[in-house]
């Protein structure tokens, strides 16, 4: 491709492209000459080349045009490939366009390449296989790159067996192809298919014939770690696989840093591995060249299994073992919850001596220079600052802050960030917090460190004004005099300083205040016991929208900051202005049970005479709108829903509330739908309805 000087040259040129390649694919499948099958080469080529900064008219990236367009040229290519295969092959084995297999896998690669850089949303509700059997598989309107990217590996592994069963032809990807495409998902880890497309490759790269080497079982392995995540099967999988090439190949460090980090990645709610303990004994058995980690009877924490892994690394290749493989592990135990096994890991490290055995006796073996490290120090230090318990806790990171600096490490900006958190755990903290970072923004202006305090410092300094109810404060005017500020007054003001800083300093753009900042500052306010706090948070939620209309998109409330802000208004039994507000904004933010979950509960606290009755004339739209299904809020009412409802009819004056209450349960319990059956609560607020109740012959009709 020539050189493009300008803009308008690179346009006209992205035109031009987009012209020729829709020539090209309207050519006949059967009317192919060589010079089309050159064309098509060509063409996909000039897509890689076209530069990154070029304009598209469309909604897609330049990226994401690229590759929707080459994977259109690949696809009629294949069209023509196999037509070929099918009507040529028998009476001419030597066609021309036979000739051009290695061309396809390039074509192939620069196709993975551009799916690889292309951002676009997931969508993996499509379709999975493409055949040869539908004309339509050939189509796409691609904007899923891990699903265009195994698509595209159907579509050759197709044209493969085809080819395969007319006359022995073979079309295979080679392991460069195969990587690609893995690197394509490992930037999707989220997609529902991603463990089970690691897995697919992965037997299709074996069953090509293809010599494996290590650093594609690497690839494999790095994939599977970002997608533990997301997937509980993931890090299990990562094993399968280490087993499978421990028995012809020899690990290295990546391959256990992979495993080590799947299992870490594993420790998180989305995947149910979280707090799933369990003790058992790790044995090994031997394979060909390696040791390979059999499975357990009774499956151990991810944390546990983190660890038994580092201890068969230390054990049977210690030239392996690096810092970072300890770090992962004080991190697993961390986000585990057990500071304790975190820091002893740490000091474990600290004093790591290589052990000598029949692996390693050899002295010309050099020793691995495995010792603490900034992030061994931060891994340790997080691990307190998010599950330590007050003064021990604080105790604790005192002493690794201090080990740190004596151990010639410069504190980072997580160190910091944890140092608050850790502070910011215990009640009544917020002056605490701010002190700290205060320090740290004196330490920043003086040139002392070259690092300033991130938002996430100046967001847990907010929440823990928000968990702190009065500071004490002197006026500019009467330094002597102490008055009390509340705590969300604080946090409020640390709001401001960040948007003062911001405008002032163009260096710190990163400290603009988001919508997550906002909202933490409106919670502050809805903990208030202030009179003025509704009103305050209000102010915040209209300033959001206000400063959303002159491009500030990045503060637009979300459905957590509408219920921080209907918190704040139920407090204080302001409960219909809470309603009211859920009505005017639902049409931009769009609220969740949650959100009526906390009106029903003020209205359950009200000591308003009507209270109960607007629950449950709430209740009833709620039941309409949603069997109706046109309203745009089309809630479902759900079991603490009714819940807080028969409690506002519990705390009711109302004479007949103890018969209303039992009313809405017994209409529970005829219910078919399954979903709003009655539980223990359910019973229990019925119960304690009549319990309240000054009706004659309550206690028999409990």
């Not at 293809?210 to 997608?227: E, P, R, S, W």
């Not at 009467?478 to 948007?499: C, H, V």
């Not at 002159?550 to 219920?563: D, E, H, K, Q």
């Amino acid at each position: 491709m020539a050189s493009v000087t300008s803009s308008a040259t690179t346009r006209e040129y992205y035109n031009s492209l987009c012209y020729k390649t829709e020539e090209w694919l309207q050519t006949p499948t059967n009317s192919f000459t060589r010079r089309d099958i050159s064309r098509g080469l060509f063409l996909i080529r000039e897509w890689s080349d076209i530069p990154n900064t070029t304009r598209v008219s469309s909604s897609n990236s330049i990226e994401e045009e690229r590759a929707v367009q080459q994977t259109k040229i690949l696809r009629h290519f294949m069209g023509v490939y196999v037509t070929a295969a099918i009507t040529n092959m028998k009476h001419s084995p030597h066609h021309s366009i036979f000739f051009y297999q290695d061309e396809m896998i390039e074509m192939l690669n620069r196709c993975l390449h551009s799916w690889r850089n292309a951002a676009a949303p997931i969508n993996t509700s499509v379709a999975r296989k493409c055949s040869f059997t539908s004309k339509s598989s050939y189509t796409t309107d691609a904007t899923d790159p891990p699903l265009e990217s195994m698509r595209l590996m159907d579509l050759f592994q197709d044209a493969n067996d085809l080819l395969c069963k007319n006359d022995g032809l073979r079309l295979r990807p080679s392991q460069k192809t195969f990587s690609m495409c893995m690197n394509v998902i490992s930037l999707y880890p989220e997609s529902s298919t991603a463990c089970k497309d690691v897995a697919t490759l992965l037997k299709r790269c074996q069953e090509s014939g293809v010599q494996i080497d290590l650093q594609f079982y690497n690839v494999c392995l790095h994939t599977l770690a970002k997608c533990a995540t997301y997937h509980r099967e993931a890090p299990i999988l990562a094993e399968k696989i280490f087993q499978e090439m421990a028995i012809t190949h020899t690990p290295n460090t990546a391959v256990f840093v992979s495993l080590l980090h799947a299992w870490t990645n594993a420790i998180t709610s989305k995947n149910g591995f979280i707090g799933n303990g369990g003790h058992s004994e790790w044995g090994m058995k031997r394979g060909c060249s390696g040791a390979m980690l059999t499975t357990p009877v009774v499956p151990p924490s991810p944390a546990e299994r983190a660890e038994a892994i580092l201890e068969q690394l230390i054990r049977d290749y210690p030239n392996l073992v690096k810092t970072i493989c300890f770090n992962i592990c004080i991190v697993a135990w961390g986000k585990q919850g057990y500071p304790e096994k975190a820091e002893k890991l740490f000091w474990r490290l600290q004093n790591y001596q290589e052990p000598k055995n029949a692996f390693n006796d050899d002295k010309s073996i050099r020793k691995n220079n495995v010792q603490p490290n900034a992030v061994s120090f931060n891994g340790a230090i997080k691990a307190w600052a998010k599950n330590g318990d007050g003064s021990k806790s604080l105790h604790k990171i005192h002493l690794l802050f201090e080990q740190m600096k004596r151990q010639g490490y410069e504190p980072t900006l997580e160190t910091y960030a944890s140092i608050m958190e850790a502070y910011g755990n215990a009640p009544e903290s917020g002056e605490k917090v701010e002190s700290v970072l205060d320090e740290f923004e004196a330490m920043y202006l003086r040139g002392d460190i070259v690092f300033a305090p991130s938002k996430i410092c100046y967001l847990m300094a907010i929440r823990a004004w928000g968990r702190t109810q009065s500071a004490s404060s002197h006026s500019l005017a009467a330094p002597d005099i102490q008055t009390k500020i509340s705590g969300a007054e604080k946090a409020e003001l640390l709001l401001q300083r960040m948007e003062e800083i911001y405008l002032q300093d163009g260096n710190r753009s990163d400290i603009k205040p988001c919508v997550i900042v906002y909202t933490a500052a409106i919670s502050a306010w809805a903990k208030s016991d202030a009179a003025c706090a509704p009103n305050r948070a209000l102010a915040l939620f209209r300033k959001m929208t206000r400063d959303c209309m002159y491009g500030a998109s990045n503060i637009f409330p979300n459905v957590i900051t509408l219920n921080a802000l209907l918190e704040a208004f139920c407090k204080h039994e302001r409960v219909e202005e809470a309603r009211e507000i859920i009505e005017k904004w639902k049409g931009q933010v769009q609220p969740d049970t949650k959100s009526y979950q906390i009106i029903l509960k003020g209205y359950a606290k009200s000591t308003a005479l009507d209270a109960a009755e607007n629950a449950h004339e709430l209740i009833r739209e709620l039941e309409h709108e949603y069997q109706d299904g046109a309203n745009i809020r089309k809630m479902k009412p759900t079991v603490p829903m009714y819940s807080q409802l028969l409690v506002a009819w519990g705390n009711s004056s109302s004479n007949d509330a103890a018969y209303r209450a039992e009313e809405i349960f017994r209409q529970i319990c005829r219910r078919d739908n399954v979903s709003i059956q009655p539980d223990a609560t359910i019973l229990n607020c019925a119960l304690r309805a009549w319990s309240k109740s000054s009706e004659g012959g309550a206690a028999e009709r409990a």
